[in-house]
């Protein structure tokens, strides 16, 4: 789970980070149209499991914005430290330190870029989509999404700040 003074040191360091560089961020997003763009992020406790890259299309600047009405593609690279018949995702939006359940079309892992059932030691790409609906506020908040194995371990955790944009 996430604390609040880590959220708030977060953000505003993004913050301060997108006003000092400008020019590298527009250099960077000219770059980042034509490619996936792999983000910061932090693990929020992948307990049998460790993450590679996450990837989110189009995410050109960091944090990402997310324009409501769209869809964006989320690609984490993650191996597994067990075997797992089943992979299913949790996604929380956390806003000022309180995760809010976030939905998303497909939570059944196997059926977002996952061979199932899962095995120890290999590297899987788990792809899906996180819709933002018209209807969110236009705030910044952390997305936390978590792949639960068969026992409800996380095979990954991970978390990145977003802006909900207009
Ligand atoms: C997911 O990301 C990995 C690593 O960046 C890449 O090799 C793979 O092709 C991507 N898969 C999709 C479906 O975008």
Known sequence: MIET???TFSLSHMA????YSVSITCLLSLIALTLAEPVKFADCGSAVGQVS??????????????HKGQSYGVNVTFN?????KT????????????????????????KSGIACPIQKTLSYHYVNELPVKSEYPSIKLVVEWELRDDN????????FPVQIVS
Not at 97 to 106: L, M, R
């Open 5 to 7: 003074a880590d959220l």
């Open 80 to 84: 597994s430290a067990v075997d797992s």
């Open 53 to 66: 890259i996450v990837d989110i299309n189009p995410c050109p600047t960091q944090p990402c914005q997310l």
């Open 16 to 19: 301060a980070m997108d006003f």
């Open 152 to 159: 409800s371990k996380d095979l990954f955790c991970i978390k």
């Open 87 to 110: 992979s299913t995702a949790v996604v929380h939006g956390v806003i000022a330190g309180i995760p809010v359940p976030f939905p998303i079309p497909i939570q059944d892992g196997c």
